[in-house]
């Protein structure tokens, strides 16, 4: 598949997640099931085939961010996705320091709007620019962004998708 496809394939996937309730470690689409940001990407990019199969980085702590220093997060995005400046199309990753790291993400649509799962929300789609109130208003965090196309590190894009669960 070429960049364009791909990328389209992204955010079709990622259209599906919309409405699956926040739950940690999780990673079942649905209004039944959950999720949380870390599981939503492993879901989203393994289901349209740009992850190793089989590839999940659970089990994680999830208020590592809170108490640890190092990137464990970001340290498993920078394996298959390159950092850029500024985002680069649809499918790009959007990084945001909470607590001591860069502790959540989401998916950008068309920045500043991207999709992402959070504590007490189901997944949604928002505008990064207008959340600029209260202890976690990621207009006001910083950021970081990452693309899986370009320079990025996956070497082989695995010809099965991975299979997520899903609950209607």
């Given at each position: 598949?070429?960049?364009?496809?791909?990328?389209?394939?992204?955010?079709?996937?990622?259209?599906?997640?919309?409405?699956?309730?926040?739950?940690?470690?999780?990673?079942?689409?649905?209004?039944?099931?959950?999720?949380?940001?870390?599981?939503?990407?492993?879901?989203?990019?393994?289901?349209?085939?740009?992850?190793?199969?089989?590839?999940?980085?659970?089990?994680?702590?999830?208020?590592?961010?809170?108490?640890?220093?190092?990137?464990?997060?970001?340290?498993?995005?920078?394996?298959?996705?390159?950092?850029?400046?500024?985002?680069?199309?649809?499918?790009?990753?959007?990084?945001?320091?909470?607590?001591?790291?860069?502790?959540?993400?989401?998916?950008?649509t068309t920045w500043p709007r991207m999709v992402?799962?959070?504590?007490?929300?189901?997944?949604?789609?928002?505008?990064?620019?207008?959340?600029?109130?209260?202890?976690?208003?990621?207009?006001?965090?910083?950021?970081?962004?990452?693309?899986?196309w370009g320079e990025s590190k996956i070497i082989?894009?695995?010809?099965?998708?991975?299979?997520?669960?899903?609950?209607?």
């Open positions: 598949m070429a960049e364009k496809e791909e990328r389209e394939a992204v955010i079709k996937e990622l259209n599906t997640w919309i409405g699956t309730p926040y739950n940690p470690n999780q990673m079942v689409k649905g209004r039944q099931g959950g999720v949380d940001c870390a599981m939503l990407l492993v879901g989203v990019y393994g289901n349209v085939g740009l992850l190793p199969e089989g590839f999940d980085p659970r089990p994680y702590p999830t208020q590592w961010h809170l108490h640890q220093r190092e990137e464990r997060y970001l340290n498993i995005v920078v394996q298959f996705a390159h950092e850029v400046p500024a985002p680069t199309g649809p499918g790009d990753i959007a990084m945001f320091k909470i607590g001591r790291t860069y502790a959540h993400g989401g998916i950008i992402h799962a959070f504590s007490g929300w189901l997944v949604t789609e928002f505008d990064v620019s207008k959340n600029t109130t209260g202890k976690y208003a990621l207009a006001r965090l910083p950021q970081r962004f990452f693309s899986m082989n894009r695995v010809s099965e998708p991975l299979r997520v669960m899903g609950c209607a």
